[in-house]
């Protein structure tokens, strides 16, 4: 008798510590590797990845986090994988639910670096998470009048900005492996260098938009199939000509380019070897803008230390 009051005492005092779930603390040690790993590869503040994750998911304790493994709120949009009915700003809206919190953090990268309208927060630097927070709210990703200072306070009271790098947006992403490669089964396998194989999480950022860099056996139709483009928008968008053929370490565009530079680039010296078209791809500006800004033809050819304006003077 008294053995089954011990085990009954034990099973209540685990049964509560399971009912509170995660705590703060708890949500940031696990998932914080994830967030700073995101960062690197996207440019995303590893503080405001961890900020949403713990106020969209509820410290990941919230039905859509427990039941779709959806820490972020993304709602099914153009999704076409599996799906949860849940009741937010309307009734039985449609979430998007994966198969582990894994697939949700990377998800989130791919949702804010594949839409337009998240394009200016990448223009911003990776430690300035205020910019970030607003940026987020301005470009509509809540409805919360108070979303960005419910971010911005989150990251203040847990010290989340001491996890956020200065990073480039075209900062090297971690390695990915090539061949198969097995799911992971839990979070811990990528703190210990987990790789993974998955063409759109190669995606790199320069001056707000997607790129991709070829490497070998990447093909136009993996591209186009990916990114759900056609040929003739694909070539547009990176200048080339309807017969290029794909080279590796070549920088592809998934998006347009822009029609000038990035904050804090004025101009560019000319190094050997160097064409207006590589130029205009290494920052991301738009090839007839670039020869518009420096009075230029297109084939002309340029001399090394040459100035070349990337916006209008």
């Known amino acids: 008798m008294r053995k089954l009051l011990i085990l009954a005492i ?11 779930g995660f705590t703060r603390h708890q949500y940031i040690q696990k998932y914080k590797s ?18 949403q994750g713990l106020l969209e998911s509820g410290n990941g304790n919230s039905s859509l986090a427990v039941k779709a ?52 927060l990448f ?40 996890y956020d790098k ?20 839990k979070l811990a396998d990528i703190d210990n260098g987990y790789n993974i194989d998955v063409f759109g999480a190669r995606l790199e950022i320069a001056n707000g938009v997607n790129y991709i860099v070829i490497q070998k056996g990447d093909t136009y139709y993996r591209l186009l199939k990916e990114f759900e483009l056609t040929k003739k928008k694909l070539l547009k968008y990176n200048d080339l000509a309807p017969n290029h053929v794909l080279k590796p370490g070549q920088r592809i565009y998934v998006g347009r380019k822009r029609s000038r530079s990035a904050k804090g680039y004025d101009y560019h ?7 207006m078209h ?9 090839l007839k803008r670039l020869l518009k800004f420096n009075g230029m033809r297109k084939n002309e050819k340029l001399i090394k230390g040459q100035k070349i304006w990337l916006k209008s003077r």
Not at 82 to 111: G, L, Q, T
Not at 166 to 185: A, E
Request: charged share 30%.
């Open 10 to 20: 034990i099973l209540i005092s685990v049964n509560t510590v399971f009912a509170k």
């Open 34 to 51: 994830l967030a700073v790993k995101e960062m690197y590869r996207t440019g995303i503040p590893a503080s405001i990845t961890l900020a």
């Open 69 to 120: 493994n959806n820490h972020f709120g993304i709602k099914c949009h153009d999704w076409t994988g599996p799906s949860m009915r849940f009741d937010d700003d309307k009734k039985n809206e449609c979430f998007r639910k994966y198969n582990d919190p894994y697939d949700s953090y990377m998800d989130h990268s791919k949702f804010l670096t594949g839409r337009k309208r998240y394009a200016f």
């Open 123 to 162: 223009n911003y630097s990776s430690t300035d998470y205020k910019r970030w927070a607003h940026g987020l709210k301005k470009a509509g990703y809540a409805t919360d009048p108070k979303y960005a200072y419910r971010l911005i306070k989150i990251i203040e009271d847990e010290h989340l900005h001491q």
């Open 166 to 185: 200065k990073v480039k947006p075209t900062h090297k992403p971690i390695h990915y492996t090539s061949g198969k490669t097995k799911k992971p089964n």
């Open 269 to 275: 010296r000319v190094k050997s070897g160097e064409t």
């Open 278 to 286: 590589s130029i205009s791809q290494y920052y991301c500006i738009k």
